[in-house]
């Protein structure tokens, strides 16, 4: 089992910066990739941005050159960067994390861009 905890949301003014944190925990060992996920109201859950363990990072097209992920294997913990942020970045962000044969979620953190 991995435990997720999610940190750094909030409300922001379009054009601002928000650092979303996850903290895992549980058997840490066997995660792979990690990342976050957003849903807006009404829409479905998409990826944002995504990191293996060995450092290799993909994004979505809508948040590229703007988010960025790193991840902290020592303190188990990836980061979400998000800059020049957007009114239609407004969403639940949900952290992940997947193992061989599982996939976990965070409780979801809301981020809200507006003026």
């Known amino acids: 089992q991995v435990q997720l905890v999610e940190s750094g949301g909030g409300l922001v003014q379009p054009g601002g910066s928000l650092r979303l944190s996850c903290a895992a925990s549980?058997?840490?060992?066997?995660?792979?990739?990690m990342g976050w996920y957003r849903q807006a109201p009404g829409k479905q859950r998409d990826l944002v941005a995504g990191?293996?363990?060995?450092?290799?990072?993909n994004y979505a097209s809508s948040v590229e050159g703007r988010f960025t992920i790193s991840r902290d294997n020592g303190e188990n913990t990836v980061f979400l960067q998000m800059n020049s942020l957007k009114p239609e970045d407004t969403a639940v962000y949900y952290c992940?994390?997947?193992?061989?044969?599982?996939?976990?979620w965070g409780q979801g953190t809301q981020v809200t861009v507006s003026s």
């Open positions: 992940y994390a997947t193992t061989a044969g599982s996939v976990y």
């Open positions: 549980g058997i840490i060992s066997t995660v792979n990739t």
């Open positions: 990191i293996h363990r060995t450092g290799s990072t």
